[in-house]
């Protein structure tokens, strides 16, 4: 990474996702009164002063739990920690200096890092409450006065985490990222295949489903070709979604779909398509995204010599409206065609943006409607004077024509086939513009 690191931790509930929303300017991570909303670890681009950093969120820190997903959000804030350049320890005035406060600090004191002692919830504007100066007790230095929610002392703390990073560890970097979004319902192995691309724990893994909540961002370079993993809630029946935070992690999965260049399609291999399947794929259909239909958990599928001929062949009715798709048989768990997953996802993306020349696109027009006739109605025939690409992201063409309502859709079908039998486009839909001679 070319930005020096910054990890925000604390125990549950002293604002550390408020805190990282305010200084990263958007609302990247789930914010609700319920402690444990966070449990992942949520990365965000900050800049202050003129230098980039990155910020990462962790789940509250509950130094002494039995509870499964409590102690693995504790390992992820360990994680962050470790990787951190500064870290950024969060405590709460109003409830003061807790047992858990002390566990906390003794831990990162073992870190070495530089620590920054922030205390919020300090909303009155005036002077210093009384109850400040109990955060010296914590022998971090001096404590920072911070209100999240309106923003005061942000200022001074990011000063204090600059003066810990030597200016020569800022670089900065344009880089050429491809954005790839891990789509599907839940417990599909969206986080798996997440940990096993990136190598480490970087998503909670659990057989509870739900258990991943924002979407996280993992960057990854194979061949010398870098990516951005972005990990997603899985989606469920709107029927099913009664919980306030899991509304909100729907929400992040589809602002996930809209930043992502690629979209991989996970299914879980072992229960087949679902007609949830069918929806989220119509989500990343509908923001013109890439595709990619990745069968997972193929390891425990039982299988003969034709049963991957026939699995491909059903998914290729059930997900007739992308028959561009292409789809590949995976295992998140031990790493099968992985490799075969990244050519395909830097393919497709190659696909999504190809632009192709005004006037070989016209030969094929001037081809196709050779071939077949363009359609009638009432005596009046269609007539398409030209066609040019105007824009990638998907590949989306304008042609010009003498009357928009004859242009029916299987012509357009016709001609996007065409175009497909040319140039491949293989993974990416296809959009078309009609435009009337005259039309602005």
Not at 55 to 74: A, F, N, Q, Y
Not at 298 to 313: I, L
Not at 393 to 419: D, W
């Amino acid at each position: 990474m070319a930005k020096p690191v910054v990890a925000v931790v604390g125990r549950p509930n002293v604002g550390k996702s408020t805190l990282f929303n305010k200084i990263i300017g958007r609302r990247l991570s789930i914010v609700d009164d319920t402690p444990g909303v966070t449990r992942d670890r949520i990365y965000g681009d900050a800049e202050w002063a003129g230098r980039k950093l990155m910020l990462i969120d962790t789940g509250g820190i509950e130094p002494k739990t039995d509870d499964i997903i409590l102690s693995s959000m504790r390992s992820q804030a360990q994680l962050a920690v470790d990787t951190a350049s500064v870290i950024i320890f969060v405590t709460d005035i109003k409830s003061g200096v807790t047992a858990a406060d002390e566990e906390v600090a003794a831990m990162l004191r073992k870190s070495g890092k530089p620590i920054v002692l922030c205390v919020n919830k300090c909303d009155n504007i005036g002077d210093t409450p009384a109850e400040f100066y109990e955060f010296y007790n914590l022998g971090l230095g001096d404590p920072i006065p911070v209100s999240s929610v309106h923003g005061h002392g942000t200022g001074d703390l990011l000063d204090k985490v600059l003066s810990y990073i030597p200016k020569e560890d800022f670089t900065d970097e344009d880089e050429n990222v491809i954005n790839v979004a891990v789509i599907g319902k839940p417990n599909a192995g969206k986080s798996s295949l997440i940990n096993n691309i990136s190598g480490e724990e970087r998503s909670i893994v659990s057989d509870i489903a739900g258990t991943t909540r924002d979407a996280i961002d993992t960057a990854v370079e194979r061949n010398g070709v870098k990516y951005n993993f972005i990990d997603t809630a899985g989606l469920r029946r709107k029927s099913k979604v009664e919980d306030k935070i899991e509304k909100y992690s729907v929400l992040r999965a589809n602002m996930a779909i809209d930043r992502a260049d690629v979209c991989v399609i996970m299914i879980d291999g072992t229960d087949g398509f679902t007609e949830q399947d069918s929806k989220v794929a119509g989500l990343a259909l509908e923001a013109g995204k890439a595709c990619i239909i990745a069968v997972n958990k193929w390891d425990a599928v039982e299988k003969d010599g034709t049963t991957m001929d026939s699995y491909r062949k059903k998914l290729m009715v059930d997900f007739s409206f992308m028959p561009y798709a292409p789809i590949v048989f995976i295992s998140a768990k031990t790493g099968q065609r992985v490799d075969r997953l990244f050519e395909l996802i830097k393919y497709v993306n190659e696909q999504n943006t190809m632009r192709i020349s005004t006037g070989m696109l016209n030969d094929i027009l001037a081809d196709a409607t050779a071939r077949v006739q363009p359609p009638t109605d009432k005596g009046k025939r269609l007539k398409i004077y030209y066609m040019t690409q105007a824009s990638t992201k998907p590949p989306t063409f304008v042609c010009f024509c003498n009357k928009a309502e004859l242009f029916h859709f299987s012509y357009q079908r016709y001609l996007e086939n065409q175009i497909r039998a040319t140039f491949g486009l293989e993974g990416t839909p296809v959009r078309f513009v009609i435009r009337e001679r005259g039309d602005k």
